[in-house]
């Protein structure tokens, strides 16, 4: 059987540059500014609330929330509401014309609460009036008749955590029949053969917490109505074709009376997926309804309770392992707080499942994932999708089972890591390039681990150093979760610049650069030729969501193959025009075009483009790709979840105040495996803020609900992240570069890995600092706030 | 309604405002200054932060309607019509902006810190730079264009002309 034509241009470009070192390339793996700097660092209104400044005689739209996690409604009065003044009109569940859900992944979300709310954030009303602050305050009288419910919050009231059977109690999904929405396993190999024969076991109990995405741009939506009764919206959304679907079935129109444009986001982290469909189906039904544009803007509150959060997590694992340290089995069940609605949760329970045993080779496993409504802001999409929340156990397992086993870490570590040839623990055999043993190599030497341990195993005093390594791996793309495919357009003009357009959005991660690179690279001319058309449904062409680490990759698949096949013809009639012996002796280094043994007869990147106009070379090429297909068993989660995984290590050294229970990063090194440095900015960005993201995650951020499910801490007062002052004063980057075929020039993504494995790494130098037995079990939740430390410092009895 | 006389970088307005008109609302959506952005709406973020005569100011907190005769400066002020400032050209070379929506206040904090301190130490520019939250982590590669900035001014280049930076780094007219 022969091969998608995409497929082969993707190998036959990676087999040619494969030994090709990557600072031998002319724009791929460099360090550039990216194509928006100028725009950002002048001001320029590009967000989705500075544009509303270009827009005339808006109405503005406030959703009115629930006042109770858990209450049927009987019914909405809003007669004082319309009184007010300046407002227009109020929209409940009735006004919607199409269907009122806007679920991501099932459809189990009202966007208007109509028989229930399940959380405080369930919109129950939008108010519009002539001005944002008429419309709140308006809000304020809308009347709802609530017959409050029993309020969940804690996912154990609702599931049995030795049976993982449902218990009974008043249903949060009473149309589902059942809060449990999701179950995922692993049944490999004899996992009670396995503990039996067991020369050591570790077991322990974890939590990790909820994770706020607290992208410093609050959400904002603009929507115009068009006079053909469709609308245009300008919405922060990641994945505005997955928003235009949303819209479209809310408002009951065609897809194509939808159009939606993602203006740049102020960050999104994956927390930009649900609520961009959600604030757009909201304006777009008002501007639909009254012919006006239609905007609403959120504040920090609105922003943090009205967008879902990582999950948390329970879990409990037990390893077993031989006195040589080799792992024999691992058996862990996982619940996931999933909130009120599913959003992504069973994708991202799914993504858990898949990554439950680490990336070591583990032949005997029993793992069970449950992800279980409860009555809080909903679980969803957030930077590496259920893999933290997995990977904090296990490598935590592991710092306990080197403990037992009296190994150093690093060695335990790396006689169960997989390796090239291995097959994962469903199966899956890996057969290119595995980073995972080097980059764990290269963290230790980088981080000066061995000398480091030695050291901090004798200081004496109430200031303690410690330094933990963790490790892992990511499934790129969506994998099994969906039809995995992309596309981009390249269209050159006839002056030889170049329009560039994919649906892909940034949100501030640059993978867009990366593509450029690509782009660049292929066709031999430099970046700023190249001017990237913002994503939108009308322009740009689908190239599935901006999720899942799969822009560089999936992304870069498609530009390349529509490079490569503008490069080809472009080289045909250079070759002819040049008198080259082949169309692949032409060498172009835009301004000069010439033949490969003749550089001084040359003629330039703009003639060729004109030359090709008048000879009818066609000056545009649409690149798509689809992913190989992945394959998963429900019943045994054996398969091949992911086409490829990216590898890394971290290394944390900290400092522990033994009295404060103040922990502090000093240095922190990150060793990724992404096949092929394709934008070196962006991956040094990622492997940084990464870091810093993932820091504030293991020691400060957790939201916190009071007993009626009112978040506590819903602005960035109460809610804190790393500020400048946090920073560890010294990073140590560096890249794995194990190509993959079926990727651009071997590039694997970082977007997501580079949180994975922060919180473990920094929980095990904190044990590492303590040294003590009891400590190490101890440290078995975060985020490890000072109190938090300090407890177990207590406890453990760790004097200084 | 209260009036107001305010100077923004460098241009008179003569404004009757609301006495609770936050500043950030005059310059954001009366005056149409973009890079002055809401993302907290409590002195927390930072993302609002502009120069009032010459200070850092969240103008998410300031009311409008006290600063009567006050010179404000935001990041569309910092250089003259067709220029860009050297703290706007160090920070596209430190690479390190990724969302942007928090680095209009880094820009304004630095030109304040280095209004103040020519030569700023490691510390002391953490300390300043607190003040903005990056949720993207941007923070060493901020702390980096704090010092390329203060070297550029060192020597002198206070201004570079904009159409060669954006050529240099982003779009170019392509010659014949």
Redesign the interface.
């Known amino acids: 059987m022969s091969k998608p034509d995409y497929v082969e241009i993707v190998e036959e470009v990676f087999y040619k540059y494969k030994d090709k070192k990557t600072e031998e390339f002319k724009y791929l793996g460099k360090?550039?500014?990216?194509?928006?700097?100028?725009?950002?660092?002048?001001?320029?209104?590009?967000?989705t609330?500075?544009l509303?400044?270009l827009v005339k005689n808006p109405v503005f739209v406030y959703s009115v929330r629930t006042k109770y996690a858990h209450a049927k409604v009987k019914g909405v009065d809003y007669s004082d509401a319309l009184k007010y003044p300046g407002v227009l009109a109020v929209f409940t569940a009735k006004d919607v014309p199409g269907i009122n859900d806007v679920g991501y992944v099932i459809p189990d979300q009202p966007l208007l609460a109509d028989r229930k709310v399940r959380y405080i954030g369930d919109t129950v009303a939008l108010v519009v009036a002539e001005s944002l602050e008429n419309a709140r305050e308006a809000g304020e009288l809308v009347q709802v008749d609530y017959e409050p419910l029993k309020v969940y919050l804690d996912p154990l009231e609702i599931i049995d955590p030795e049976t993982l059977e449902e218990k009974p109690h008043e249903l949060i999904h009473d149309e589902r029949g059942t809060d449990i929405l999701t179950r995922y396993k692993i049944r490999v190999g004899d996992v009670e053969k396995a503990f039996k024969e067991a020369a050591v076991v570790v077991e322990n109990k974890y939590e990790t917490p909820f994770q706020e995405?607290?992208?410093?741009?609050?959400e904002a939506a603009i929507a115009i109505p068009e006079p053909d009764g469709g609308v245009t919206i300008y919405a922060k959304t990641q994945c505005p074709f997955d928003t235009r679907k949303a819209v479209a079935n809310v408002l009951g129109l065609p897809f194509n009376m939808v159009r939606v444009i993602a203006p740049?986001?102020?960050?999104g982290?994956g927390g930009a997926e649900d609520v961009g469909n959600e604030i757009a189906a909201k304006v777009a039904l008002v501007a639909t309804r009254l012919k006006r544009p239609a905007a609403l803007i959120h504040?920090?509150e609105e922003s943090i309770i009205g967008h879902t959060k990582r999950h948390r997590t329970i879990s409990w694992y037990r390893h077993a392992a031989a006195r040589d340290g080799t792992l024999l089995a691992v058996e862990a069940k996982v619940i996931l707080d999933k909130g009120a609605y599913a959003s992504l949760g069973p994708f991202v329970a799914w993504r858990a499942v898949v990554h439950s045993t680490g990336p070591y080779k583990v032949r005997n496993a029993k793992v069970d994932v449950v992800a279980v409504y409860t009555n809080k802001i909903p679980g969803g999409a957030f930077r590496g999708f259920g893999n933290p929340q997995v990977t904090f156990p296990v490598e935590r397992q592991m710092d306990l089972l080197a403990e037992e086993l009296g190994m150093d870490p690093v060695e335990l570590r790396l006689k169960n890591v997989l390796r090239n040839g291995d097959r994962t623990v469903h199966g899956q055999l890996l057969d290119h390039g595995v980073g995972a043993e080097e980059v764990i190599k290269k963290a230790v030497e980088l981080s000066g681990w061995y000398e480091k341990r030695r050291l901090y195993a004798s200081l004496t005093g109430p200031v303690r150093r410690g330094i933990g390594i963790a490790i892992f791996y990511h499934g790129n793309s969506i994998g099994a979760e969906g039809a995995d495919y992309s596309s981009a357009s390249v269209i050159i003009q006839r002056?030889?610049?170049i329009i560039f357009r994919t649906g892909l959005t940034d949100?501030?991660?640059?993978a867009i650069q990366g593509l450029i690179n690509i782009l660049a690279e292929v066709l031999g001319v430099?970046p700023?030729?190249i001017?990237v058309e913002a994503a939108d449904t009308a322009a740009t062409p689908d190239a599935g969501p901006t999720v899942a680490s799969r822009s560089t990759a999936m992304g870069g698949n498609a530009t390349l193959v529509a490079a490569y096949k503008l490069r080809q013809r472009l080289n045909k009639l250079a070759a002819e025009l040049l008198g080259c012996g082949s169309p692949d002796d032409v060498v172009i280094e835009a301004?000069k075009v010439y033949c490969k043994d003749d550089p001084s007869h040359a003629i330039?990147?703009?003639e060729l483009v004109e030359q090709a106009f008048w000879k009818g070379v066609p000056l545009q090429e649409f690149g798509f790709y689809r992913a190989p297909p992945a394959e998963w068993d429900e019943e045994t989660g054996t398969g091949a979840p992911y086409f490829t995984y990216t590898y890394g290590a971290i290394v944390s050294d900290v400092e522990v105040d033994l009295e404060t229970g103040v922990v502090r990063v000093k240095e922190a090194t990150t060793v990724y495996d992404i096949g092929r440095v394709i934008n070196r900015?962006g991956a040094e960005?990622h492997a940084?803020?990464?870091?810093?993201?993932g820091m504030g995650y293991a020691l400060m951020e957790d939201l916190y609900y009071d007993s009626e499910g009112r978040l506590m801490n819903n602005?960035?007062?109460t809610y804190h992240?790393?500020?400048?002052?946090d920073?560890p004063e010294k990073?140590n980057v560096y890249f794995v570069e194990a190509g993959y075929y079926h990727a651009p020039f071997g590039a694997k993504g970082l977007g997501e890995p580079s949180i994975v494995a922060i919180a473990p790494s920094i929980a095990n130098a904190v044990v590492n600092a303590l040294r003590s037995k009891q400590a190490n079990k101890l440290v078995n939740k975060h985020p490890l706030t000072p109190d938090y430390v300090y407890g177990l410092i207590k406890k453990a009895g760790v004097k200084p | 309604m209260v009036k107001v006389t305010l100077t923004v970088n460098n241009v008179k307005y003569e404004l009757d405002v609301p006495p609770l008109e936050r500043l950030i609302d005059t310059l954001r959506y009366r005056l149409g200054f973009t890079s002055v952005k809401e993302g907290c709406g409590r002195g927390e973020c930072g993302s609002c932060i502009v120069l009032v005569n010459g200070n850092p100011v969240h103008s998410c907190l300031a009311l409008t309607s006290r600063l009567d005769g006050a010179e404000i400066t935001t990041l569309e002020g910092l250089a003259p019509a067709g220029k860009m400032h050297a703290i706007q050209v160090a920070y596209i070379e430190a690479r390190g902006v990724q969302c942007g929506f928090c680095t209009p206040s880094f820009i304004m904090v630095t030109k304040a810190l280095l209004d103040r301190v020519s030569d700023p130490d490691d510390k002391t520019i953490r300390e300043w730079h607190s003040s903005v939250l990056c949720r993207c982590g941007s923070y060493p590669y901020y702390f980096e264009a704090v010092k390329r900035a203060a070297k550029y001014l060192k020597e002198g280049k206070v201004y570079f002309d904009e159409r060669e930076v954006r050529e240099k780094y982003h779009l170019k007219v392509l010659a014949r």
Do not use: C
């Open positions: 360090n550039v500014v990216r194509w928006d700097a100028i725009a950002k660092i002048t001001g320029q209104p590009i967000f609330a500075d509303l400044k995405h607290a992208y410093i741009e609050p740049a986001l102020g960050g982290f504040t920090r002056d030889g610049s949100m501030g991660q640059g430099p700023n030729y001017k301004p330039t990147w703009r900015t960005l940084i803020g990464g870091y810093i993201q602005n960035l007062s992240i790393p500020t400048a002052r920073v990073f």
